[in-house]
């Protein structure tokens, strides 16, 4: 008897329900709790003097932060979609939003994702589609739908091996892939940006991606949300249900999959996010050789209360930063790059 395939629609709506419902996360840690900045009692600077802001494709962020990939597809996403939208607008910090696979394939859905740039007009956005359709018959015509879709300024392909061997749905055909996601770099108009979404970068995956093209790599590591538990609630079966939990340990942490990227792509700019949580997270990143850091589970459960608490959450961020480097005695973020972090 064949497995019922959940249409895609619904599968997305799943996905928001499970993870602002269930309790979702990684049984590792991000494994940033091994790390310590510097305190310098004399830091030489005043807290207003601290700078977050940085130039990254062609735009302005004001602060090194990232609305990471979440969602689209659904009329409850395309809400999502504008808070976070909204927020990223007024607080000039980027935005990637979900798979749009959906999009590209039923196009009355293509304004739940629509309704990011209509929001911010100026912001930093990145598009997203999952690498693997790129072995189902995507090519690069199809990245440049997705990009056009909401005139993003670079494209995520995402990489999810693990999940889509443990979804009922899932595309497990990954060989050859990579010779794919280099010919889409070489012929895209934006960059490309290789992300995780929750497991982690090794070094030799970092090696190849680099090799391939990609402008940045996102880690995501293991810490945050786990996707194997979120499959878990959509399983079909109990059998299903104890594929997906064995995996809830699975995974590169989060600092690790840093320190495998800087040193198997020292070119690179690198992306964290997996299991951040706030600005001192953040600024640990940086420290380690990080450009943008990425939150999205803390960013999803804000925007489906309010715009107002969405701005609550990135203001809380970008204070805890700002208080950070200044305890660092680091002006702005190419001296929060430079400054010492030790290993406990």
């Known amino acids: 008897m064949m497995e019922k395939v959940t249409p895609i629609g619904t599968r997305k709506a799943d996905h928001i329900r499970i993870n602002l419902e269930e309790d979702v996360r990684s049984g590792l840690t991000t494994g ?3 790390y310590r900045l510097i305190h310098q009692a004399l830091p030489e600077l005043d807290l207003e003097q ?5 130039d ?8 090194p932060l990232l609305i990471s990939s979440m969602t689209g597809g659904t009329p409850e996403a395309e809400a999502i979609n504008r808070v976070l939208a909204q927020a990223a607008a007024e607080r000039g910090i980027a935005l990637g939003v979900g798979s749009q696979r959906a999009a ?8 739940t994702f629509q309704v990011v740039r209509q929001q911010a007009p100026d912001g930093l956005l990145f598009a997203n589609l999952g690498a693997v359709q790129l072995n189902y018959g995507y090519g690069v015509d199809h990245c440049r739908r997705a990009v056009e879709m909401i005139a993003a300024d670079a494209l995520i392909l995402h990489f999810n091996p693990l999940q889509e061997a443990v979804q009922v749905e899932g595309q497990t055909h990954f060989s050859g892939l990579l010779s794919r996601v280099e010919e889409v770099c070489h012929r895209l108009e934006v960059p490309v940006i290789a992300k995780e979404v929750g497991w982690g970068i090794s070094e030799k ?3 190849l991606l680099a090799e391939a093209g990609v402008a940045a790599i996102d880690v995501a590591g293991a810490g945050g949300t786990s996707w194997t538990q979120v499959e878990m609630h959509r399983a079909h079966t109990l059998s299903q249900k104890r594929l997906a939990a064995a995996f809830v340990d699975w995974g590169i942490p989060t600092a690790e999959a840093i320190r495998n990227v800087r040193q198997a792509a020292p070119d690179s700019l690198v992306f964290a996010s997996g299991g951040l949580r706030n600005g001192v997270e953040m600024v640990k990143c940086i420290a380690l050789g990080v ?14 209360v309010s715009l107002e608490e969405t701005l609550r959450l990135i203001d809380e961020i970008t204070q805890e930063m700002s208080v950070a480097m200044f305890a660092c005695g680091a002006a ?10 030790t290993r406990i």
């Open 56 to 63: 990254l494709f062609g735009k302005r962020l004001r602060a």
């Open 50 to 54: 601290v700078d977050l802001g940085l």
């Open 104 to 111: 590209l394939e039923h196009p009355e859905l293509a304004p």
């Open 205 to 207: 995956a970092a090696r």
């Open 332 to 341: 702005d973020l190419k001296q929060m790059q430079n400054s010492p972090i």
């Open 291 to 304: 450009t943008l850091g990425g939150m999205a589970g803390p960013f999803l459960k804000a925007a489906a």
């Open 32 to 34: 940033l709790e091994h």
